[in-house]
């Protein structure tokens, strides 16, 4: 079981964004690589704590994390670093200012080289209820670029192989050298030295691939899961990017959601109200048959437990909510009208509404307590 991630950084739900960013540097000082050589239970910390950072302090993912904890990056689509796509140099290159260098550890004295990340991609797939209801695994064609067969690289001139460049500055307080990613090979230490006439001038072809991704029951719409590794290539030995699968609920004909609960809209006929029937409903998980008992009321909400969407958290399911609307039929032919007519001074068909017919309100009211 993962660890929640304010706990990993030693933080109450209600942090700030300082108070995060103040609780990430903390741990990452503490467990970091150039303080605790060789130490595999520090690195994994150190890791654990750059992942629970890079969730925390991006508000989207954070309010995600906030309301469907870490299920709401799994499934094989992975949250942050999730998966085993977190390294050293991820961390660096993503979290680097932390330390205040850049893409660089900035202890020791020591200089780490930045590993170059292709670009993400995303991609919008959309699912139907029965879909979301159940999980499913989707098989989706990306268009990615890779390195191209027979494309060499060489250690880049200017930088010397170190990714970075230092510069000098006189001020007033004295000579102050910085440290910056190096502009002719972008921090990778590499420039193309051989490359195929089809490929771009970072040496990458675009390709066709097909992704199979698996989408756990749950999900909601705008929900973006991340499947890491799957962008685009980037130019060396640098890592791919991401691809972001970006979900869309696909309308159904007859249920409504809202949340993990489903909405259901049942039209009884008159008769059927006044004797009783049994009636086939749709569910995500198929049809089910329900009774309707004799004297059933227009505005009844019949509640069908469990019969909704799985929790993206893994805690249960919601609920089917079977709205009953009595049909009252528009035209009626001559004797249908007599029969009314006849009907209108019998007791029986009097309203007398009793303690338990509550109104339409105190029914919303029931429905979400």
């Not at 704590?49 to 094989?76: C, P, V």
């Not at 698996?214 to 705008?222: F, H, M, Q, S």
């Not at 007519?341 to 919303?364: A, L, N, Q, T, Y």
């Amino acid at each position: 079981m993962k660890k929640d991630y304010y706990e990993v950084l030693g933080l109450q739900k209600n942090a700030t964004a300082a108070e995060i960013k103040k609780g990430y540097r903390k741990k990452a000082i503490e467990f970091h690589p150039d303080k605790n050589p060789d130490d595999t239970s520090a690195e994994e910390k150190f890791k654990e704590a750059a992942e629970a950072y890079e969730i925390l302090s991006d508000d989207n993912k954070k309010a995600r994390y906030d309301q469907y904890g870490h299920q709401a990056f799994e499934g094989g689509q992975g949250g942050g670093f999730g998966g085993g796509g977190m390294n050293m140099d991820d961390i660096f290159s993503q979290f680097g200012d932390i330390f205040g260098g850049g893409g660089f550890s900035g202890f020791g004295g020591g200089q780490r080289q930045r590993t170059v990340k292709g670009s993400n991609l995303r991609i919008r797939v959309t699912l139907t209820l029965e879909e979301i209801a159940n999980g499913v695994e989707k098989k989706l064609k990306v268009k990615r670029k890779v390195q191209a067969s027979g494309t060499t690289y060489k250690t880049c001139s200017t930088c010397n192989g170190a990714g970075q460049v230092t510069k000098i500055t006189n001020t007033i307080l004295g000579r102050m050298q910085t440290a910056a990613a190096c502009h002719t090979c972008q921090g990778s230490g590499q420039t193309i030295d051989k490359k195929p006439s089809n490929a771009d001038a970072q040496g990458l072809i675009a390709e066709e691939e097909t992704v199979a991704v698996k989408i756990p029951a749950g999900v909601v719409d705008g929900m973006q899961l991340k499947v890491s590794g799957k962008g685009n290539a980037a130019p060396g030995n640098g890592i791919s990017g991401d691809l972001l699968v970006v979900i869309q609920e696909e309308d159904h004909p007859k249920l409504q959601r809202e949340g993990d609960n489903l909405h259901y809209d049942l039209y009884v006929s008159l008769p059927d109200a006044i004797l009783g029937a049994s009636q086939d409903i749709e569910t995500v998980t198929g049809k089910v048959r329900i009774k309707i008992e004799p004297g059933m009321q227009s505005g009844k909400i019949l509640r069908l437990r469990g019969k909704g969407i799985p929790s993206i958290n893994g805690y249960g399911k919601g609920d089917l909510l079977v709205h009953v609307n009595v049909w009252t039929p528009k035209t009626l032919n001559k004797e249908q009208k007599h029969f009314f007519e006849s009907m209108r001074e019998d007791e029986h068909f009097s309203p007398k509404p009793e303690g338990s017919d509550k109104s339409f309100f105190e029914k919303v009211k029931d429905m979400f307590a």
